[in-house]
């Protein structure tokens, strides 16, 4: 009875070690980058001047978030197309190349299966990663009574001695169960 006890003591106190948090680092980490930016655009008191389209119908205007809780809101899509999660990994594969067009570097991001929300990732830089100028994804959303699919690019610049988000669009359609497809498009352009 007493060699019981001892054994169940020790198997309690062996299940309390603390075990690390799992982190992934495998795939580019969108929220680490836009958390970043939303920090930057805050303090520099940025705005945004809009368009949008939406059915043939358009319209424009500027915002200028005063919190980094109004920029949350405005980047909530990016929180959508963040790859760098555990249950992603062995999701893409990742290709590295020269883009043809331009005198960046891509790193591309290939969903290996039909079902993902993020089809593709494409980061297109000068000599790392961390020297950004155009990030470029699709999201797809779909459940029973709707489908929506996003084509997000966004630009950015090096005005500040790093990368810093200066324009972005946003393209896609949506479809809700018995309802006819609505096409919208969203321009912006980050002002300093």
Known sequence: MKNTF?????????????????????????DSLMKQQKQLLYEKQASISKWAKVQGKSSEG????????????????????????????????????????????VKEYSGVSDDLEVPYLKLYYLNTPNDLRILEAEYIENNPVYHSTSNLKFIFDDFTGSSLLHKYTIKGTQKMIFKDSVNFEVKAEIKL
């Open 6 to 30: 001892i054994l169940i003591i020790l198997i309690s106190l062996a299940s309390c070690q603390m075990k690390p948090d799992k982190t992934v680092s495998v795939y580019f980490d969108t």
């Open 62 to 105: 500027n915002v200028a978030p005063d919190s980094l809780d109004a920029w949350d809101r405005e980047f909530q899509i990016l929180e959508k197309i963040n790859i760098n999660k555990p249950a992603l990994q062995g999701s893409y594969e990742v290709k590295v190349y020269d883009d043809p067009n331009s005198n960046l570097k």
